[in-house]
């Protein structure tokens, strides 16, 4: 089955600097990969996803890498601020599949 | 527009007892999951469900059942908590599958004393 790898477990940045958080997949088979922001005490939610047939996808401060030859894709989060301290899972999958494969998550910590 | 809905938020169990977790969408979403999600652990899925009527085992399902009776609702079951299911439970729906976004609840943190 599929296996996700996420690195690092905990990232500590300054605000404003930039946030780099990678995932890697065993299963070429895998099409779709979501990134789930999860803030303290709340359920994770989708910030951004991507699916293979594109390399990059941006939303404002956040932009979603996919190197489907090197079976990884990352998370780049700019100009970070307080509020995007956070718990961040990755997550591949394929058509057809049931279940999600997530990593192990990224606690971000954004210092004032 | 609730989403997933989780009852109750917080619960404290003694060693033995039992108790039932409802999770509610109105999303009309076929698929539903319980996850659990411990300290440096991850999400690591309990039981799924792929529609009204069925359900199947994820990873760790020991120690609890389902049942999904309703599309709407999917209810974990522990018969007989153990300190080791001390935990924070999340419940999710998508519409389509792993291929599609997944919706969580607020999440359920059970103490099991």
């Known amino acids: 089955g599929e296996n996700v790898e996420q690195h690092p477990s905990t990232l500590s940045v300054q605000e404003g600097d930039s946030a780099v958080i990678k995932c890697t997949y065993s299963?070429?088979?895998?099409?779709?990969f979501p990134w789930y922001k999860q803030e303290l005490g709340k359920g994770p939610q989708l910030i951004i996803d991507?699916?293979?047939?594109?390399g990059e996808k941006k939303d404002q401060r956040i932009a979603v890498t996919l190197n489907k030859t090197a079976k990884h894709f990352s998370l780049h989060i700019t100009e970070t601020q307080p509020e995007d301290s956070a718990v961040y899972f990755c997550?591949?999958?394929?058509?057809?599949?049931?279940?999600?494969?997530f990593g192990r998550g990224t606690s971000l910590i954004v210092h004032p | 527009n609730a989403g997933v809905t989780q009852t109750p938020k917080f619960r404290v169990l003694k060693t033995g007892q039992s108790m039932t977790l409802l999770c509610a969408q109105d999303?009309?979403?076929?698929?539903m999951y319980w996850y659990r999600q411990d300290p440096g652990m991850g999400l690591r899925l309990i039981h799924y469900?792929?529609?009204?009527?069925?359900?199947a085992k994820g990873e760790v399902p020991d120690g609890y059942n389902v049942s999904r009776l309703k599309k709407q609702n999917f209810l974990l079951g522990l018969e007989s908590a153990a300190p080791s299911q001390t935990s924070v439970y999340f419940c999710?729906?998508?519409?389509?599958?792993?291929?599609?976004?997944?919706?969580f609840g607020q999440g359920t943190r059970l103490t099991v004393v």
């Open positions: 991507i699916r293979s047939n594109v």
């Open positions: 997550a591949a999958s394929k058509g057809g599949s049931y279940i999600p494969t």
């Open positions: 999710a729906s998508s519409y389509s599958g792993a291929n599609t976004e997944a919706f």
């Open positions: 469900s792929v529609g009204e009527g069925t359900t």
């Open positions: 299963d070429s088979a895998s099409n779709y």
């Open positions: 999303m009309n979403h076929e698929y």
